[in-house]
């Protein structure tokens, strides 16, 4: 006797509306379901301030889940949790390389969870072809974006801009 298992699919974009719209192109086996930007943060507040950057370690920042996404990363997690795959799909830059690193972070997603993919347009075909390219999250980026953070926290927006 076989049986049809029903595999599912994870998608994870930046953007509830974009997430709708995709959801539409992928049909009944993939859910997708929006970070909503940004999930984590280094702290900004000057009583978190002291524990933003551990400087003596390299700069290394310590990361907090904002106040407002933490409804968000536990509906995340609770839906990666039920998903054979779970595909980081946050936008193709800098920012989006982060923003899908954060989640993979916040989730607790281990290599073989999950892929990363991109598209740079919103449309059936581009989303399509963007699973048949799916790879890991592009460190570079993501570290990139995080030195950019580094700076802007220690010197503020202002100065890093000019640096």
Same mark, same amino acid.
């Given at each position: 006797?076989?049986?049809? #298992?029903?595999? =599912? /699919?994870?998608?994870?974009? !930046?953007?509830? +509306?974009?997430?709708?719209? *995709?959801e539409?192109?992928?049909?009944?086996?993939?859910?997708v379901?929006?970070?909503?930007?940004?999930?984590?943060?280094?702290?900004?507040?000057?009583?978190?301030?002291?524990? &933003?950057?551990? *400087? !003596? &370690?390299?700069?290394?920042?310590?990361?907090?889940?904002? @106040?407002? $996404?933490?409804?968000?990363?536990? /509906? #995340? /997690?609770? @839906? +990666?949790?039920?998903?054979? !795959?779970?595909?980081?799909? &946050?936008?193709?830059?800098? !920012?989006?390389?982060?923003?899908?690193?954060?989640?993979?972070? &916040?989730?607790?997603? /281990? $290599?073989?969870?999950?892929?990363? *993919? =991109?598209?740079? @347009? *919103?449309?059936?075909?581009?989303? #399509?072809?963007?699973?048949?390219?799916?790879?890991?999250?592009d460190?570079? %980026?993501? =570290?990139?974006? @995080?030195?950019?953070?580094? %700076?802007?926290?220690?010197?503020?927006?202002?100065?890093?801009?000019?640096?």
């Amino acid at each position: 006797m076989y049986y049809l #298992l029903n595999m =599912t /699919k994870l998608v994870i974009v !930046e953007s509830p +509306a974009k997430a709708k719209t *995709i959801e539409k192109y992928l049909g009944g086996d993939y859910r997708v379901l929006s970070s909503v930007g940004h999930i984590r943060d280094i702290p900004k507040s000057a009583s978190k301030k002291a524990n &933003a950057i551990d *400087i !003596e &370690a390299g700069f290394v920042p310590n990361y907090y889940i904002l @106040e407002n $996404k933490i409804d968000v990363v536990k /509906k #995340l /997690k609770s @839906e +990666a949790k039920k998903a054979d !795959e779970v595909l980081l799909a &946050a936008d193709p830059d800098r !920012e989006g390389e982060a923003i899908a690193w954060h989640v993979r972070e &916040a989730l607790g997603l /281990k $290599k073989g969870q999950y892929s990363r *993919i =991109t598209f740079n @347009e *919103i449309t059936k075909e581009a989303v #399509l072809e963007a699973l048949n390219h799916k790879r890991d999250i592009d460190m570079d %980026l993501k =570290t990139s974006q @995080e030195a950019r953070r580094v %700076l802007d926290r220690l010197f503020g927006y202002g100065l890093s801009g000019l640096l």
